[in-house]
């Protein structure tokens, strides 16, 4: 398996040892994985991803890559040619003066042949959904964000992770470029690359992910697929988090008579259901309050 977490544990110093930022996580995924991650501020979403992709070692426990321990000379090395991580904002790193020479910098930066890392970029770009001669010499800075958003990604697709670790990558996005940018991300999970993906969007992790780790206060609070998770409202409300904003819908009108699933993630399946009983009366009486 690509990446598994044997009971991890961070402290960031050695006064807070009793209070870690990851406490005990453990967890295993397969090749083409999606895993969301979600959480209240300050419940170590960040400093996981920064544990997972070697940037920090474990205070306790080990980090498996390919069943390589990260803690174990010469493995943190070789890290860097399986897991990509694209921080929040990852557009605030762009540099290059022309798109083609920021997506190039990681394949040049490892010592590929130009003929190699040429055909990198323009696959990284095509993934992206940037066409190659509208993009390639145009400078980065004149894009606009979800374009911008969009060549930070490619640059680190470019050195062909194994696993892509992205850190809330639609903040700022208006809704359309979110919704693109969310389609390219599931296009990638699909073509077999493993995605680990912080978001706020439940929404995006229900309808997204294969599997969901709740963290709170720096400890797995639930993990399961999207179905088990957000099937419990009422606990996720009691660590200040939410459900996607159909299930909540749904989980409401079943208290006035409905018997809807909670795992209908889009409108229109929602309101599919939603019809199929009221044309079927199988609400109870205080349906007609809806």
Same mark, same amino acid.
């Given at each position: 398996m690509p990446l598994a977490l044997e009971r991890v544990s961070y402290s960031y110093?050695?006064?807070?040892?009793? @209070?870690? @930022?990851? =406490? %005990?996580?453990?967890l295993a995924l397969e090749d083409g994985e999606f895993l969301g991650i979600i959480g209240h501020t300050g419940s170590g979403?960040?400093?996981?991803?920064?544990?997972?992709?070697g940037l920090l070692l474990p205070t306790s426990g080990r980090v498996l890559i390919d069943g390589e321990d990260l803690s174990q000379?010469?493995? =943190?090395?070789?890290?860097?040619t399986k897991v990509g991580m694209a921080f929040q904002y990852p557009e605030y790193q762009l540099f290059a003066p022309s798109v083609v020479e920021d997506i190039a910098f990681g394949p040049r930066n490892a010592g590929m042949p130009a003929a190699e890392i040429d055909q990198r970029v323009q696959e990284a770009m095509a993934a992206l959904g940037l066409d190659y001669d509208r993009y390639a010499w145009k400078?980065?800075?004149?894009?606009? +964000?979800?374009? !911008?958003r969009r060549v930070a990604l490619a640059g680190v697709l470019a050195s062909n992770p194994k696993?892509?670790?992205?850190?809330?990558? &639609? #903040? +700022? $996005?208006?809704? #359309?470029?979110?919704? =693109?940018?969310?389609?390219?991300?599931?296009?990638?999970? &699909? #073509? +077999?690359?493993?995605?680990?993906?912080?978001?706020?969007? !439940?929404?995006?992790i229900a309808n997204h992910a294969t599997q969901v780790l709740v963290l709170n206060q720096g400890g797995v609070f639930?993990?399961?697929?999207?179905?088990?998770?957000?099937?419990?409202?009422?606990?996720?409300?009691?660590?200040?988090?939410?459900?996607?904003? &159909?299930t909540a819908f749904a989980s409401d009108l079943n208290e006035r008579g409905f018997d809807l699933p909670l795992n209908l993630y889009s409108?229109? #399946? $929602?309101? %599919?259901?939603?019809a199929l009983q009221l044309e079927s009366g199988l609400t109870g009486g205080d349906s007609h309050a809806v």
């Amino acid at each position: 398996m690509p990446l598994a977490l044997e009971r991890v544990s961070y402290s960031y110093t050695s006064y807070d040892v009793n @209070a870690p @930022a990851v =406490r %005990d996580v453990s967890l295993a995924l397969e090749d083409g994985e999606f895993l969301g991650i979600i959480g209240h501020t300050g419940s170590g979403k960040s400093t996981l991803l920064q544990l997972m992709c070697g940037l920090l070692l474990p205070t306790s426990g080990r980090v498996l890559i390919d069943g390589e321990d990260l803690s174990q000379n010469g493995t =943190r090395k070789k890290v860097h040619t399986k897991v990509g991580m694209a921080f929040q904002y990852p557009e605030y790193q762009l540099f290059a003066p022309s798109v083609v020479e920021d997506i190039a910098f990681g394949p040049r930066n490892a010592g590929m042949p130009a003929a190699e890392i040429d055909q990198r970029v323009q696959e990284a770009m095509a993934a992206l959904g940037l066409d190659y001669d509208r993009y390639a010499w145009k400078s980065p800075f004149e894009l606009s +964000g979800g374009e !911008m958003r969009r060549v930070a990604l490619a640059g680190v697709l470019a050195s062909n992770p194994k696993i892509l670790i992205l850190d809330e990558p &639609t #903040a +700022g $996005l208006d809704p #359309a470029g979110r919704n =693109r940018l969310m389609q390219t991300i599931k296009e990638i999970n &699909t #073509a +077999g690359k493993t995605i680990i993906m912080v978001s706020h969007s !439940m929404e995006d992790i229900a309808n997204h992910a294969t599997q969901v780790l709740v963290l709170n206060q720096g400890g797995v609070f639930s993990h399961g697929t999207p179905e088990q998770v957000f099937a419990q409202p009422i606990a996720l409300r009691a660590i200040n988090l939410g459900v996607p904003q &159909t299930t909540a819908f749904a989980s409401d009108l079943n208290e006035r008579g409905f018997d809807l699933p909670l795992n209908l993630y889009s409108i229109d #399946a $929602l309101a %599919d259901a939603i019809a199929l009983q009221l044309e079927s009366g199988l609400t109870g009486g205080d349906s007609h309050a809806v």
